[in-house]
Structures are given as C-alpha cells and as structure tokens.
C-alpha cells in the first residue's frame, strides 16, 4: 500500500487560513489502511481544525466527507455538490489523491492533508515500512525477492558497499543492511550463486527519470466513436 | 602496459609501493596541496585524492590531483558513485586523463547522511563495480558506457576498494572477485587495525588466486590518539578495531609515538603477508607524519619506475647517390 502520515495540524491550520469554507476529504483507500487519511481520521483533524480556529476567535467552517477513492473519477464525481458549495479542499489522500481531486475540480484550491512516504507494508501494529521504489521495472526475482534499489539505501544492485556493520546500514543501525537480507535470503533459497553474476546496469529510464510514465491498456479502453 | 602510470610500473616490476592519501582543502586554497604535497614527494609512489571524503564538501579530487601532479606528486583520483551519475564520471576521467592523470579509484562513496549536507540528494545511478567496468571499457574498447565510441580513451590504471571488515563477511571476497573481473587492476583495503580478520581475508583471497589478477594494497592509517581509536571504532562505518590497540594507546606516555611505533609494526606485518603488494597510507588529517612513518618501515628511498628502453641507435648505413 501506499503509506502516509498525517501532517501538522498548526501547519494545516495556517495554510487553510485564507478560506472560511473547507472541506475535510478523507479516502477509502491505502490512507485508510495505515490510519492516515480514513474516515476516522478526517473526524479527528476536522475537530482539531475547529478547536484550533476557535482558540483564535476565528470563524471558519469545516465539513467532512470521505469516498471510496480519491484516484478514481468514478468517486469523485459522487461529492460535486459538496465541493462547489466550500472554498478549498483539505485531502487526506495520498499526492496521487489530491491531483486527482484538483484535476477534477480546476477552480478550487485544494491541499495536502498528509505526507505521502512511500509503497510498504504493515510491519507491525504501529510501525509501516518501505519495501517498493517503483522503479518500473520489477527485479526482486534475481535478489531473494528482497528489493535492492529499495532496501539499499545507496541502491546498490552489484552487491553491498563497505560501510555495513553486524548486519546494519552505515545511514542508521535502525535500518537494515539490504544487502544483509539479500545474502540472507539468497543463502536461505539455495541461490548464493546468484551472487557472483553481474548485474546490469540499472535502466533508470523505466523509473521516474525517464519522464512522468503513463501505462496504457488498449484492450481496456473505452472506445469511442471517434477514437475509432 | 594498461595506463603506463608510475604506479602500475612499480607493481608490475614487483615492488612493494606505498601510496599516501591527501584530503583536498575545505576551500578554494590551492596552496595547502602545494604544502602537503612536501609530505608525500620522495616519500610513497602515488597519492590518493578523496573524493568529498565523508560525504563534506572539499576540493573536487580531479582538480586536486592536477594540482597534485603538478606539484610533482603521482596522483591517484578517487571517484564515488555518491555525487556522480554516468554522463558527470566519463566527462571527469576524459579531463582527467587530459591532464596526465593515469590512476583512479572506484568507490560507492559514503552516504550523504553521514556529511556536512545531510539534505543533499545522492545519484547512485551506477555502482562501483559498474564503474569499474565503465573506466576498463573506456580504456581498452575506447567506448562510453553507450556503447558509441571516442578518439582518444583515457588510459587509467583502475583501482578499486575491499573492506575485510564490512558485513556479509562471507560476501567481502566474492565482492573483491567481481570488481577484479570487472577490471579492478589494483585495490586498496579498508584501514587494517584488526590483523587477524586481514589475514583469514587474504587466505580466501589467495583460495581464490585474486592476488595473482590484481595488486592488493593494504590500507594503514596511523593514529595520534585514544580519542581517534575510539572515535573510529564507533562512528565509521566498516572499520574494526581490537580492544588491545585501544589500552595499548590509552597507555603511552606519548600517543603520537605509539601511533607511529603501531603504523610501522603494521606495515611489517603487511610485508611478511602473502599476496600483499603494498601499503596504503592514510593518516587523516595527519599527513605530516608520513615521512616518519615511511622512513621507520624502512622503506626509503622509494623506487623508481625503470627508464623506457631507449632506442638503439641504428648503425649508420652510408648513403649511396
């Protein structure tokens, strides 16, 4: 999933300023799941907005609605009436989210509601981590299925550089060695001699610096009549 | 001969080098490498030149090695995949090598969280050993990464690092064997403080005959205090440090002596180690030490590359109209 956390709320109250009207918009999807931008967090923000305005002696509005997605027109559509009727948006999706919303909204002023970290996976209750870089191209089945531009913090992908020590990243010893896990896993499977081949050098064009990507489905396409 | 650098001449003649390593300045003073330069000339056989060492922002190593060569210094670039992608490494070593340089070092480079700008982001496109291989393509098939092809190549004598001490350690000897397949001509090891790891090291590197394909340089790094031992131990990634050295410093009536006595003990036991082809000195921030250091290892006067064989004169064959 995609993990978020939820910003500051002096910070979100200071950049709301400006509008009387907002509207709080939670989604149904990965923020939901890692407890950042669900529906029960857009009732905890929206009374802290209310209760941090009120302090102030200033007047402002806050409503609340969440759908089901925010990266989906199909959702979107559904709170028409709702955002026509505030001044800005606060959203408590992930960035994908909140383009999304101010794509299909091209007049309101809309805001992020949460940091957008990375794509990982419930480690434990309370604790999120990072297991994916979306590099465009999947390579986790020559390594262990353990990522290395991921889980190596200088995403090394020949093999571990010299700072690691008992097993731990010279950036933190909170941070594992992903080269460690690497061996670990390789030696588990029985693929140590994977580690002697040469990796190739990796096509960054396929990841985010080959341009914004786009992936397109022909066969699910809505054709139309002039698309032909 | 790869690079005809002074350094590969001396390895490849078998003789036992001493490479020192100068940090560039923290600013545009070029004249601190003219002075430094004093503690290396006649001293060792090559010179490195970091790299933004500990990720702090110094002197670039390309234009502190042409300072260095001009200061009449062997010079040794160092290059890390930190701060350079593919394009930024080529066009470094084309202008390099314009400038008479004949010996790089291919390092990943210590993380930017570690250095003076933490912020910073890091490259990383290409990892050291695809540097390697990028700098031996360059030279011997006279292509750029891309495959398209150039002139002129830059003839280097490619070097690259081995760290006994980093984990996996059951990883450190095949690492060392795919950097050397990829062209790693010599390699210079991590500081040996530990000696007993180094050597189970080397007797893997010697399993595998890795001593035979390329010049292994050992690293030394001599030390003036506790406080430097301790340090190092605890805040430099990859480094081993035995307990003993520790109380054997915190005892000494005179810790720079102790560091000197300890440096050159080092260095003999270095020699008597088969498959070691050198040492690499690196006194950090200490570089005035090196002439004592070199001098009580015995290893003065340094060698020097043999002349090229001079053309023979030919016999003068009259003329005949």
């Known amino acids: ?228 | 001969m790869k690079s005809g650098s002074k350094l590969e001449k001396l390895l490849t003649a078998g003789e036992f080098v001493v490479c020192g390593e100068m940090s560039p300045p923290q600013s545009a003073d070029g004249e601190q490498i003219r002075k430094k330069s004093e503690y290396f000339r006649g001293f060792v056989d090559a010179v490195n030149l970091t790299d933004n060492q500990s990720a702090v922002v110094r002197m670039s190593s390309v234009t502190s090695a042409i300072l260095a060569l001009q200061n009449g210094l062997e010079p040794i670039i160092q290059m890390t995949c930190r701060d350079r992608n593919r394009l930024a490494m080529q066009s470094d070593l084309l202008g390099a090598s314009a400038f008479g340089i004949k010996n790089v070092l291919c390092l990943s480079g210590d993380h930017q969280s570690m250095g003076n700008h933490p912020h910073a982001k890091s490259v990383y496109d290409i990892d050291s050993i695809h540097l390697i291989d990028m700098v031996r393509n360059m030279r011997d098939e006279k292509k750029f990464e891309c495959g398209e092809e150039m002139k002129v190549e830059p003839r280097m004598f490619i070097g690259c690092a081995a760290n006994p001490y980093a984990s996996p350690f059951e990883f450190r000897v095949v690492r060392l064997q795919k950097k050397i397949e990829a062209g790693a001509d010599f390699v210079q090891t991590q500081a040996v403080f530990d000696t007993k790891v180094f050597e189970e090291f080397m007797k893997l590197v010697r399993q595998r005959g890795l001593h035979e394909k390329a010049h292994i340089i050992a690293g030394i790094l001599p030390v003036r205090s506790t406080k430097a031992l301790l340090f190092m131990k605890e805040n430099v990634s990859g480094m081993s440090i035995p307990d003993e050295l520790i109380n054997r410093m915190g005892g000494a009536e005179d810790p720079k002596e102790e560091g000197v006595k300890i440096a050159v003990e080092l260095i003999q036991q270095m020699r008597g180690i088969a498959g070691v082809a050198g040492v690499h000195l690196m006194p950090v921030m200490w570089e005035s030490i090196i002439p004592t250091v070199v001098e009580r290892a015995g290893l003065l006067p340094r060698p020097q590359p043999a002349a090229p064989e001079e053309e023979q004169p030919g016999e003068v064959i009259p003329t005949v109209d």
């Open chain 1, 1 to 228: 999933m995609i993990v978020a956390h939820r910003k500051n709320i002096q910070d979100l109250k200071a950049i709301l300023a400006p509008h009387k009207k907002i509207l709080v918009l939670g989604c149904g999807g990965c923020v939901t799941v890692c407890l950042a931008g669900g529906e029960r967090e857009v009732g905890m923000i929206s009374s802290a907005l209310r209760i941090a305005y009120r302090v102030d002696g200033d007047e402002h509005e806050i409503h609340e609605t969440t759908i089901e997605r925010q990266c989906e027109n199909q959702f979107i559509e559904e709170i028409l009436p709702k955002v026509q009727e505030v001044d800005a948006v606060l959203s408590l999706a992930c960035g994908a989210g909140v383009q999304s919303i101010a794509e299909r909204y091209p007049n309101k002023p809309v805001y992020p509601g949460v940091d957008t970290k990375f794509i990982g996976i419930l480690q434990e209750q309370g604790i999120w981590t990072e297991k994916c870089a979306a590099c465009g191209q999947c390579i986790v089945g020559f390594y262990g299925a353990v990522c290395p531009l991921t889980r190596c913090s200088k995403a090394q992908v020949d093999g571990p550089c010299g700072g690691a020590r008992n097993g731990k990243c010279e950036v933190s010893p909170e941070i594992d060695c992903g080269w460690q896990l690497i061996y670990d896993r390789l030696k588990a499977i029985g693929q140590l001699d994977r580690l002697l081949d040469p990796a190739p050098l990796t096509d960054w064009s396929k990841s985010h610096e080959g341009g914004c990507r786009k992936v397109v489905r022909e066969d699910q396409r809505v054709k139309t009549p002039t698309s032909g």
